[in-house]
């Protein structure tokens, strides 16, 4: 069974960087979309970034420019680089991979950016 575990989460100040990493174990053969997505208290859950097989990034206009997904050979990890935080980045974000036969989700780690 495909797990998900996300790293690199945390209070940063505006204008500053961090990076996300989301780890797949248990079968990542398969899978045709990657990607991160987002959501702030009390708004609903929305993509940020994504990687389809196949095909190229995709990004949310509030981000394109200032954040970059990425994978690596074996496409079991991928990262999402955040620079230029602004305070409307605060959310919980959330690793997500589909495959035919799945639509996994991560526990989610809390990004904070102070202004």
């Known amino acids: 069974q495909v797990q998900l575990v996300e790293s690199g989460g945390g209070l940063v100040q505006a204008g500053g960087s961090l990076r996300l990493s989301c780890a797949a174990s248990?079968?990542?053969?398969?899978?045709?979309?990657m990607g991160w997505y987002r959501q702030a208290p009390g708004k609903e859950r929305e993509l940020v970034a994504r990687?389809?097989?196949?095909?190229?990034?995709e990004y949310a206009d509030a981000v394109r420019g200032r954040f970059a997904i990425s994978t690596n050979k074996a496409r079991n990890r991928w990262d999402l680089q955040m620079n230029s935080l602004k305070p409307e980045d605060t959310a919980v974000y959330y690793c997500?991979?589909?495959?035919?036969?799945?639509?996994?989700w991560g526990q989610g780690t809390q990004v904070t950016v102070s202004s």
């Open positions: 248990g079968g990542t053969a398969g899978i045709r979309a």
């Open positions: 997500n991979a589909v495959a035919t036969y799945f639509n996994k």
């Open positions: 990687l389809i097989t196949g095909g190229g990034a």
